[in-house]
């Protein structure tokens, strides 16, 4: 990380912690929210943006990991034992999920994982006796930490942002490491990457469940955060929002999932003055981004910069050009 | 007298009714370059996919310093010192081209798991720097390698193959697309490569002035059989060949 990019992380670090001073109970709760959204769409920008694999059902990893400490929390276990569980059970499931993507890729790689998230929402709809159905399940308590309660909004609030800031260090670490590359080769040329000895199975597997653990863990934390769970956050219109947010951010751009789940959660209320025209303005405004942007909001300094590169190029095949008609 | 590297046996394919190769045997030895030529058709590729697990043969055995390795995939094939070059450019275009040097042979360092907390380049950064000096890509070392010209990137995707020190090295078309200028530089660098690291090659290859100068031996392809194997200069004075092949 350069000078300069250390310089940002610090200011973004400290606006996040001074932000909730200015904003209301709505409002941090929004940005609490936004943070999830950050957790859980930075695992599907590892499985999509980094390994290049397609799915539409994040939204169940979400959903299970959620349930997953609702339901413990319920039976009167500790939050510190939902949370892996939630991570570990999800890291499981996701690992199972890539086995498809072995056999198929793109649209019937989407196409299987949408039909896994409708199997796990109708799990979570129908399976009464441990989801609590439609009327979902109410109470959850917010979990404590060395003794400090983070049942207050702005407790929540910083609790999540340290969460948000270990897990985006251990991805980016992890990203930084062989693998990062490995996912990386996968996603660019697959046949290559085999002849090379990258492990495209292993790869494929392991971006699914490390993907799924991180949206067990958001969910994880949005079941303590809403206090409330049914099955209505985790449909596939969820899966396709939260892809929408990785491929609007920048597939493949670590900060990627900052800018699109923004985009997704933030920009819906500041649209709220478009009232019934809301739905029509989000999406037009996401149509033109994916016409002129399509490698998402980030890309827009590599596009500069490429523009750059082009412009000296050719201008420097001017001038040569121009010598050697002078020389002749 | 030494062992062959690579000893392919009677290697066969059929796609339906047509027999693509049909009882193809030949033996690489250490440290030679061995060039397989032969017009369009003559099973070539499908000799070559075969031999690097792309496609199953239907009969026949590929020994790799005498271990058989009929069939096993290409990540196998990789594992056991086999590099290789695709017939099309085939680099990581977002990478860097020291990035796409170092995922050519970091699977080669430690476990999976250990992997995970290896340092990005995995310590192979002079290796790659060693290879971007030695293929003159340094002022573009830094770059994406889907910035580059053509010609450029088919030098990296040729230093690719020879990141990780495989025995074996078989290249399909090293100079396809390429500007004539730059296929001497290629022979070149084949042959600077194969005298430091003494590893063996097979080139598939259309230019005859390539292959005449860089192999050791030449086996010619025919309708899916051998039609010859010799020198250069036993190739050339081969009147079969000459009449099916290279014309007058």
Redesign the interface.
Same mark, same amino acid.
């Given at each position: 990380m350069n000078k300069r990019n250390v310089v940002l992380a610090f200011l973004a670090l400290a606006a996040l912690l001074v932000a909730p001073h200015f904003l209301k109970s709505y409002g941090l709760y929004l940005l609490t929210y936004w943070l999830v959204f950050i957790l859980a769409t930075m695992g599907l920008n590892l499985t999509v943006g980094y390994a290049g694999q397609k799915s539409l059902g994040h939204a169940a990893f979400f959903g299970i990991g959620a349930y997953t400490v609702a339901i413990m929390m319920k039976a009167g276990l500790s939050f510190w034992l939902g949370l892996p569980a939630a991570a570990l059970l999800c890291f499981l499931v996701g690992l199972a999920l890539g086995f498809p993507a072995l056999r198929v890729q793109t649209i019937y790689l989407a196409f299987a994982t949408l039909g896994f998230n409708t199997a796990a929402w109708l799990v979570m709809r129908n399976e009464e006796w441990l989801t609590g159905g439609t009327f979902g399940i109410n109470n959850i308590a917010r979990p404590s930490l060395f003794g400090m309660s983070l049942d207050g909004s702005l407790a929540y609030y910083h609790f999540t942002l340290g969460m948000t800031i270990i897990f985006a260090a251990l991805l980016w670490g992890l990203l930084r490491s062989p693998w990062g590359k490995a996912f990386t080769a996968l996603r660019d040329n697959p046949i290559r990457a085999e002849s090379l000895g990258v492990d495209i199975r292993g790869y494929t597997l392991l971006s699914f469940a490390i993907g799924a653990a991180y949206a067990g863990i958001a969910g994880a934390l949005f079941a303590s955060l809403v206090q409330f769970i049914d099955p209505a956050p985790f449909t596939v219109g969820s899966s396709i929002m939260m892809y929408l947010m990785v491929v609007v951010g920048g597939p493949g751009y670590f900060l990627g999932p900052v800018l699109g789940a923004a985009v997704g959660v933030v920009l819906p209320e500041w649209l709220r003055f478009a009232q019934a025209w809301y739905l029509f303005v989000f999406g037009t405004a996401v149509v033109l981004l994916m016409i002129w942007l399509p490698d998402g909001l980030l890309s827009i300094p590599d596009r500069l910069r490429a523009r750059r590169e082009a412009r000296e190029a050719s201008a420097a095949r001017s001038a040569a050009a121009a010598r050697h008609g002078g020389n002749a | 007298m030494s062992a062959p590297v690579l000893e392919v046996r009677d290697l066969r394919k059929a796609y339906g009714a047509i027999q693509a190769v049909g009882g193809v045997s030949f033996q690489v030895m250490p440290g030679e370059i061995f060039g397989v030529i032969g017009p369009n058709g003559s099973g070539k590729t499908t000799m070559f996919n075969s031999v690097?697990g792309q496609i199953e043969p239907d009969a026949g055995e590929i020994r790799l310093n005498g271990a058989d390795i009929t069939g096993l995939?290409?990540?196998e094939l990789?594992?056991r010192g086999v590099?290789?070059t695709?017939q099309t450019l #085939?680099?990581?275009?977002?990478?860097s081209v020291r990035?796409n040097l170092?995922?050519?042979? #970091?699977?080669?360092?430690g476990s999976?798991f250990s992997?995970?907390?290896?340092?990005?380049d995995?310590g192979l950064g002079p290796k790659a720097d060693e290879l971007i000096d030695l293929f003159r890509i340094r002022h573009v070392a830094d770059k994406p390698a889907g910035?580059l010209s053509y010609g450029q990137q088919k030098l990296v995707d040729i230093a690719?193959a020879f990141m990780?020190e495989p025995a074996l090295v078989l290249l399909d078309e090293p100079c396809a697309g390429v500007n004539p200028s730059l296929v001497g530089g290629i022979s070149t660098l084949l042959k600077e490569l194969n005298a430091r690291r003494g590893g063996s090659f097979v080139v598939i290859e259309h230019n005859m002035d390539f292959v005449m100068d860089l192999c050791h031996r030449i086996m010619v392809m025919v309708e899916g059989t051998v039609m010859a194997i010799g020198t250069p200069a036993e190739i050339r004075a081969n009147k079969a060949v000459l009449d099916a092949y290279l014309g007058n």
């Open positions: - | 690097l995939s290409p990540l990789n594992r590099g290789r695709f #085939q680099v990581f275009g977002k990478m990035d170092i995922v050519a042979a #970091q699977e080669h360092k999976m992997r995970m907390f290896a340092p990005g995995s910035s690719m990780s």
